[in-house]
């Protein structure tokens, strides 16, 4: 077995590494232009999507924007001579160009007075181990997106989650969970960011549901509603996933969603999607929030009668077979994420 010299495994362990680091590369380009003995190293990345190529240089030479690397052959090794006009001067140079994955491209390149062919040698070697971190480059930014379309899909359907200790105290929180907080009147930020609902019944049943969290890591998730208009409750489980907060005083995790529009909002909006009338369109809501049609008629000052002929006709413009059926195109429809 071949045992990898020092001088490899200075260079290809943070070539590696590199894609984690901020900015990106930085030891590698050190080490690189260290070992290389050159004045400047570089790497130029061009990411789909993204406004502008992106240079990362350690030294104070870099290519010039108006050089052709776009042009290069793939895994080839260029000069300057070849890239620049006859007598154009400037620093010698060696890059090379390199492919990765889901279309990124990279130019990886040494500048300096004393270039020659040993430099050109040395990027031809790490070309093969430099694909495979643009590989993991392309595998990071397509997971980041998918992670990005997630969640913009959980903010424009007001869901966030906090993470609580045994106190009821926030040891983390996403970022739509923290806009919650700062507007919500159901719920908020206390002293000592102990995380407390406006009514104090509700703050003794979340504080008992955490503490038995705190005992029970097995117990069954339980839900709370924290508010009718604007419509908000929240999911109170056992923590399971310790790396998601990153920090053992975590002991249950509270999901939360909150309707960012009032009821009478949620009609005019129902009115519009299923051409209902505004009084169809006030026991729709009614009805998707769970109330039979007894309770539904009480609230809007119907007779029974009445609340069921509305909503016959209710089932008959948005396409519901009965009041499951309703609550289902309704809640989980385009209105979740108004």
């Given at each position: 077995m ?71 052959r ?8 070849e ?33 020659d ?20 480059l ?26 609580l200790?045994?106190r ?171």
């Open positions: 071949r045992i990898p010299n020092i001088g490899e495994v200075e260079l290809l362990v943070p070539l590696q590494e590199g894609v984690f680091e901020q900015p990106m590369w930085g030891t590698f380009l050190r080490r690189l232009r260290r070992v290389a003995g050159v004045d400047s190293a570089m790497i130029r990345l061009s990411i789909p999507g993204a406004r502008d190529e992106i240079d990362l240089v350690e030294g104070k030479m870099r290519a010039s924007a108006d050089l052709p690397l776009a042009d290069l793939e895994g080839r090794v260029y000069s300057a001579d890239l620049s006009e006859p007598g154009a001067g400037g620093p010698d140079m060696r890059v090379i160009r390199l492919a990765g994955a889901e279309g990124i491209e990279a130019w990886m390149a040494l500048l300096g007075d004393d270039i062919a040993e430099h050109s040698r040395l990027l031809t070697a790490l070309a093969p181990y430099f694909r495979v971190a643009l590989r993991v392309a595998s990071m930014e397509r997971e980041k997106a998918r992670a990005s379309l997630s969640a913009d899909a959980l903010a424009r359907m007001n869901f966030g989650w906090v993470a200790d045994e009821c105290r926030i040891v983390e929180c996403d970022p739509q969970a923290d806009r919650f907080l700062s507007r919500s009147g159901a719920l908020r930020r206390g002293p000592y960011d102990r995380l407390t609902p406006s009514s104090p019944e509700l703050d003794r049943q979340l504080t008992a549901l955490v503490r038995e969290c705190a005992a029970d890591r097995h117990l069954r998730p339980r839900a709370i509603n924290l508010s009718r208009d604007p419509w908000v409750e929240v999911l109170v489980s056992p923590v399971h996933l310790d790396t998601l907060v990153g920090d053992s005083r975590a002991v249950a995790m509270l999901y939360l969603r909150g309707d960012r529009s009032s009821s009478a909002d949620r009609h005019e909006q129902l009115a519009d999607l299923f051409d209902l009338t505004p009084a169809e369109a006030r026991l729709a809501w009614s009805l998707s929030q769970g109330l039979s049609i007894a309770e539904a008629a009480e609230q809007h000052g119907l007779t029974i009668e009445t609340a069921r002929y509305y909503s016959k006709k209710i089932y008959a413009k948005t396409g519901a077979r009965g009041q499951v059926d309703l609550v289902r195109n309704i809640l989980t429809g385009v209105l979740a994420l108004a």
